[in-house]
């Protein structure tokens, strides 16, 4: 459906027509399905790959969850106007909580395996006794749950609200979806950076790092951006979204992957440099691990490929108002952020160097395609941009 701009309060919502998918949601389906069965299959006679594996393969896809709903929280915490046209595929993004939450349970069954502190009887580690307070088994599970809780009720309530405003357009929605916005940002940072922590620098409960929080935020943001990114084009090179989203909104948002590529850089740069300063053994640990052998070559591409090549790309104005040119950078972006969370668990199982395994690309497909099939039902359920947000006239009008 094509609708203008000069006339959007006459027109109907627009909706998602499965046409344009065909037999590829089955498809999805039975993808997900069956490398699923074959990830637990394979997992069984080899429980510590499949549990490294299948925990990189949910950060991956998490931290592009939580980046969602970290944009939909600074659209409405800030007032943005550029964003109403593409924020309702943020929601859509951040909806999938429920799901993510679902493939967190096969990483409770082999939890031992991954935090080896579970393990460790009170009395034998000083360091972890000193921690027994927060690395407990009782406190861990509590603390996961309510990760799981607040990011599935903070998405989905402000979907709610963005979805009931299209009925009635009442401003009201969008001042409840102000004030759930400045209650859940504590929330929000608090259940982002204790995540990280308990999950990815718990696998070596020795190691510590105060940056490690805003570290994972920065991936998380850029690659939900870039995600958005490529489901934006493919809407509008199936019809979608005309006159609703312009070359002006690529221009912001590859204005934006630039600020993050360079962020994302900044903390990284500052973690290493402050724990390399300090030469404290605690802190070393997690460098000297990751510059071993064949870590330290996919080290060297992470930060060639994760900065200096995106950063060179985004430099220039006018590429950045191309759609095929900004996807062919986004994904490469993600290309990257895959390395970078690959680089942060895999070299817990394997020390000696990169033994890349089948459930690495399994685990990847399982809950990847999974979540793709979930979004396209999503995608169906409600109209493709908010139809009758106040703000949605300036978001169309947005000048660069």
Same mark, same amino acid.
């Given at each position: ?8 309060? &006459? ?16 498809? /999805? ?8 069965? #074959? ?34 929280? @600074? ?5 943005? =106007? ?14 999938? +909580? ?7 349970? %096969?990483?409770?069954?082999? #939890? ?8 460790? %009887? ?8 000193? $921690? ?21 009720? *903070? !998405? ?14 009442? *401003? ?35 190691? @510590? ?13 850029? !690659? !939900? ?56 053994? =605690? ?9 071993? =052998? !064949? ?27 191309? %759609? *095929? ?37 399994? &685990? ?5 395609? *999974?979540?793709?099939?979930? +979004?396209? $039902? ?8 908010? /139809?009758?947000?106040?703000?949605? $006239? ?5 000048? @660069?």
């Amino acid at each position: 459906m094509k609708v203008e701009s000069s006339s959007l309060a &006459s027109k109907s919502p627009e909706y998602f027509d499965y046409k344009h998918v065909g037999g590829r949601f089955f498809s /999805l389906v039975s993808i997900a399905l069956i490398s699923l069965l #074959a990830s637990i299959l394979l997992g069984i006679g080899h429980p510590q790959q499949f549990a490294f594996s299948w925990l990189f393969a949910f950060i991956f896809f998490l931290t592009i969850c939580i980046g969602s709903l970290f944009w939909i929280l @600074v659209h409405h915490g800030i007032d943005v =106007e550029w964003s109403v046209g593409v924020r309702r595929q943020m929601e859509n993004m951040a909806s999938l +909580f429920p799901v993510m939450a679902l493939f967190f349970i %096969p990483l409770i069954f082999v #939890a031992p395996i991954l935090w080896k502190w579970m393990l460790i %009887p009170h009395g034998q580690s000083i360091q972890l006794d000193e $921690k027994s307070a927060y690395l407990n088994l009782t406190f861990f599970w509590i603390r996961a749950a309510f990760y799981f809780f607040f990011f599935t009720t *903070a !998405s989905l309530l402000l979907r709610k609200l963005s979805v009931a405003q299209d009925k009635n357009g009442d *401003a009201r929605y969008t001042i409840m979806a102000r004030k759930v916005t400045f209650a859940s940002l504590p929330f929000f940072a608090v259940c982002l950076t204790f995540a990280a922590v308990d999950w990815l620098m718990g696998l070596d409960f020795k190691w @510590v790092s105060t940056m490690w929080g805003v570290y994972i935020f920065a991936g998380s943001a850029l !690659s !939900s951006l870039c995600v958005l990114l490529l489901i934006i084009t493919a809407l509008r090179s199936a019809g979608y979204l005309e006159g609703i989203v312009s070359e002006r909104h690529y221009s912001l948002m590859g204005q934006l992957m630039t600020a993050f590529t360079v962020f994302w850089a900044y903390i990284g740069f500052d973690q290493y440099m402050l724990i390399w300063y300090a030469n404290i053994p =605690e802190e070393t640990i997690y460098f000297l691990r990751r510059n071993t =052998e !064949s870590w330290c070559t996919l080290n060297i591409i992470l930060v060639l490929g994760h900065f200096l090549v995106p950063f060179l790309l985004l430099l220039f104005r006018n590429p950045k108002r191309r %759609p *095929a040119y900004l996807c062919g950078v986004a994904c490469w972006i993600l290309l990257m952020h895959l390395l970078d969370i690959y680089i942060i668990v895999l070299p817990m199982l394997h020390p000696a160097g990169f033994r890349p395994s089948l459930l690495d690309l399994l &685990s990847l497909i399982a809950i990847g395609s *999974a979540l793709a099939a979930v +979004f396209l $039902k999503r995608l169906g359920e409600v109209p493709l941009w908010p /139809l009758r947000d106040p703000r949605l $006239k300036n978001s169309i009008h947005i000048s @660069v």
